[in-house]
């Protein structure tokens, strides 16, 4: 069994997390406050947004559609979120009966509209159900968001917005998507609720 220099391990990882963190603020602030602005207009206008991803960003698109129906930070109402990971009936149904490509993309079609923000997240941004899923909306003509890391993948071929975690480390990635995720909900409480 190797000997493990546990100090210096969990200092290289908080380094390595700290500079994630920073350049991925640095590099995606402004985006992330068009997002909150297209997510509040979305909500003013009757819209929703919407949420998907595979494994983790699975579990980041419940995470974050829980903090918008329940709240966040200030004691509020409900704001409408929808995680298309969440009904195993037609999870398995879908990939049953079609294809798992299509997982997300049949659920758009029947659950989106013109007002909502279509958000998909995807570590490598090459996950075809997510692409899929971002073209259909985008064809609906929701406001279509991805959220990756490394060099982007394939999302800008089916995004109005891209927010790139600035890592090429899976769990940096997704460490960052959770941060991305909670900076939008606070950043669209403040705006819809300032004054609460």
Excluded at 140 to 155: D, L
């Amino acid at each position: 069994m190797n000997s493990i220099d546990y100090n210096d391990f969990f200092e290289n990882v908080l380094k390595d997390a700290t500079t994630a963190y920073r350049e991925s603020l640095k590099s995606c602030g402004r985006k992330l406050i068009e997002l909150s602005q297209w997510t509040c207009r979305a909500f003013e206008n009757n819209g929703k947004i919407i949420l998907f991803g595979n494994g983790g960003s699975a579990a980041d698109a419940q995470h974050i559609a829980a903090e918008f129906v329940n709240r966040f930070r200030l004691e509020r109402k409900p704001l409408p979120a929808i995680a298309l990971t969440t009904d195993t009936s037609i999870l398995t149904a879908i990939s049953n009966d079609y294809d798992f490509s299509q997982v997300f993309s049949k659920q758009v079609q029947a659950l989106a509209g013109p007002m909502d923000v279509v958000l998909g997240i995807s570590t490598s941004g090459n996950s075809p159900n997510v692409l899929k899923a971002l073209s259909v909306a985008r064809e609906i003509g929701a406001k279509t968001v991805g959220i990756t890391g490394g060099n982007g993948g394939k999302m800008d071929r089916c995004s109005d917005l891209v927010i790139c975690a600035a890592s090429s480390d899976t769990p940096r990635i997704q460490e960052v998507h959770i941060f991305f995720g909670h900076l939008l909900c606070d950043l669209v409480e403040r705006q819809i609720f300032s004054s609460v």
